[in-house]
Structure formats: structure tokens, C-alpha cells
């Protein structure tokens, strides 16, 4: 059998703690269930310990000076307690839905790096939004379409065979992971069942508004990085330079950022146009 470690950091997560520790006990194949506050100054750490009464699966953890030290950090502290062989990372505000490990272990080889899922984003008036990933790979890296932490399941061994996550990042520590797993030749399977719920709140330790500048800059960093790899390789061909010039380009619109000589002009221009189609159409099918 297969072993599942499930990775949850929490900052300041006490009014939705609870919901993801639910979501993850009734997955199969679970060995740990690995909570690691991360600083918080509400009551996280105190529901953390009450939860592990649930279960001898729940182990609960701090940093050893018990400070903030940023979601990439807290999980390499979890990873030190992790015995499984596959790794479900899990956002405190996220939940798993039923058969979400057991459906991506089906895809699970000894050589298969981690898994890819689509989610599903909840927002508090009752709306969700089907997130799915793309499929060619590089594509869906360049574009943010590669699944997202809860939705993706990690094997141990690549995490270990990268160094884990890079401590020094505040953001982007999950896509930054899985570029230096696919850069050395390792590309993911795919799952197309929407089996995580992503609940869309401000507060959360990935996707909260602290470090917005930071954000900016790691997101950009690692696309040029992902850019310069696949020109080294000669793999950056139109197709590609199509979606780093449109997603890449309108991360920089979007924050007033001026274009580099990385940004093909015409490219963006075409690829914007495409995206206000897309942004047309789900506003009419979800804001009636």
C-alpha cells in the first residue's frame, strides 16, 4: 500500500483549521497528518492540538523559535516529520473532497513525480469556478496552470532529490518546486477530477496580501527563469513564447510594470484579446 503523508501549515487558520483536518481524516492511505503552526497570533496552534485528540494520525509542530518564517519554511519543517511516501500538501483554508488521494494514487508510479489535479474555487456568496490545469507542461508552468499545492500530490522521493522547498521564498515556493523536479527531466501525470475546494478568503498563509511586491517579483523571477531553461534546451518555440509574453505581460500590466525585451509585444496583444473573450463568456455564465 502506498503511504500518504498530509502536509497542513497554518497561520492564523482558527476559524477554518478544523475543516481542512476533517477533509483530510477521511482520506485512505493516510499515515500523518502533519500541522505546523507557523507563528500565528490567534488560537491556530492551541485548535491544532485539540484536533490531534482526534486521532494518533494528527502530530502538531512548531517552528523551533515558534516565529513566522512563510509557508515554503513551514513546510520543510513538516517534511522533517513526514514518513509517507507521497506528500499531500494542504492549505489551511483549503479542503480535500472524498476519494482525492485514493483517485490520484491510481496514477502513482514509482517514477511518477507528482500528480496534477484540477480544483474547485468556492467563494463565500455561494459561487465556485472549476480551476483546471493545462497539459502540456512548460505551458502550464510558464501560465500558473499546473495544479496548485492541494490540488497536486508530490512523491517524497523527487521533493528530497531537489532539495525540498526553497526556505528563501515568500511565494511561488510550490511552482518553483515543481520547476526544479521538471527541469531535470521529470514531468507530471495528470488527474482531471475536481476533488480539492479551494475557499477564496484574504487571510490564508499562500495567498494573503503580506509581501504583495515580493509576490510580484518571484512570480515574475521564476517565469524568465523557466524562459532562459527551455531557450538553453532550444524547447522555447512560438507556442511557447506566446503564453510567457500573454501570461507574463499581463502580470506586468497588471501591477504597472514596464514590458523587457523578454515580453514579445504582438503576442501579448493577441493573447489579451483572447483573455477578455474568456473573461466575457465567465462573466456571463457565473455573474448573472
Not at 80 to 87: D, L, P, Q, R, Y
Not at 214 to 228: A, C, E, S, T, Y
Amino acid at each position: 500500500m502506498q503511504t500518504v503523508s498530509i502536509i497542513i501549515p497554518v497561520y492564523n487558520g482558527e476559524v477554518f483549521l478544523e475543516r481542512a483536518v476533517q477533509s483530510a481524516l477521511v482520506q485512505v492511505n493516510v499515515k500523518e497528518i502533519i500541522i505546523v503552526d507557523d507563528g500565528s497570533t490567534d488560537n491556530s496552534l492551541l485548535i491544532g492540538q485539540q484536533l490531534a485528540q482526534l486521532s494518533p494520525k494528527i502530530q502538531v509542530y512548531t517552528h523551533p523559535e515558534k516565529i513566522n518564517k512563510g509557508l515554503a519554511a513551514t513546510r520543510n519543517r513538516a517534511l522533517e516529520f513526514c514518513t509517507g511516501a507521497w506528500i499531500q500538501l494542504l492549505d489551511a483554508d483549503d479542503e480535500l473532497m472524498l476519494g482525492k488521494i485514493s483517485s490520484q494514487l491510481e496514477y502513482a508510479k514509482p517514477d511518477t513525480p507528482f500528480i496534477v489535479g484540477n480544483a474547485i474555487d468556492q467563494f463565500s456568496d455561494g459561487r465556485t469556478y472549476q480551476r483546471k490545469f493545462k497539459k502540456s507542461a512548460w505551458i502550464a508552468l510558464m501560465s500558473g496552470k499546473l495544479g496548485i499545492s492541494s490540488a497536486n500530490l508530490f512523491n517524497r522521493k523527487y521533493i528530497d532529490l531537489v532539495g525540498g522547498f526553497d526556505s528563501s521564498l515568500r511565494t511561488s515556493e510550490e511552482y518553483d518546486l515543481m520547476f526544479r523536479i521538471m527541469k531535470n527531466g521529470w514531468l507530471p501525470v495528470y488527474d482531471s477530477k475536481f476533488l480539492t475546494r479551494i475557499h477564496v478568503v484574504n487571510s490564508s498563509l499562500s495567498r494573503g496580501k503580506r509581501n504583495n511586491h515580493l509576490m510580484v517579483k518571484n512570480w515574475i523571477d521564476l517565469r524568465k527563469k523557466i524562459r532562459g531553461f527551455l531557450i538553453s534546451k532550444g524547447e522555447f518555440g512560438l507556442l511557447h513564447s506566446y503564453h510567457y509574453s500573454g501570461a507574463v505581460g499581463s502580470f506586468m500590466d497588471r501591477y504597472k510594470l514596464p514590458f523587457d525585451g523578454t515580453i514579445n509585444p504582438t503576442l501579448f496583444k493577441v493573447y489579451s484579446l483572447e483573455k477578455n473573450i474568456k473573461s466575457k463568456i465567465f462573466k456571463r455564465l457565473y455573474f448573472k
